[in-house]
Nanobody, 113 residues
Framework: VQLQASGGGLVQPGGSLRLSCAAS????????MGWYRQAPGKEREMVAL???????TYAGSVKGRFTISRDNAKNTVYLQLNSLKPEDTAVYYC????????WGQGTLVTVSS
């Protein structure tokens, strides 16, 4: 299984970004897809998860600002990031499985004025 993430970049506080992650390879049945992030000097943390049925889970720090969604036909998961704050700056990783069995390569999100 391979995951290809895209969509990171530099954005000002209060701005928005949309991350995408396409999974390819042998994926069958019901499975979680998610987004994690790792800020400099910190441990990787869960940001948002979604299962094949569309149920979602969010970290408290992003709830109400970020939205996870997925297209099962395309094996693709998205993360809409709104009202971004400097503390959202991190490398964002997509994942498949819970606990994650596969990881994407990471995409950098920098929130700065």
């Amino acid at each position: 299984v391979q995951l290809q993430a895209s969509g990171g970049g530099l954005v000002q506080p209060g701005g928005s970004l949309r991350l995408s992650c396409a999974a390819s390879g042998s994926i069958y049945g019901d499975y979680y897809m998610g987004w994690y992030r790792q800020a400099p000097g910190k441990e990787r943390e869960m940001v948002a998860l979604t299962n094949s049925g569309g149920s979602t889970t969010y970290a408290g720090s992003v709830k109400g600002r970020f939205t996870i969604s997925r297209d099962n036909a395309k094996n693709t998961v998205y993360l809409q990031l709104n009202s971004l704050k400097p503390e959202d700056t991190a490398v964002y990783y997509c994942s498949v499985g819970l606990p994650p069995a596969y990881w994407g390569q990471g995409t950098l999100v920098t929130v700065s004025s």
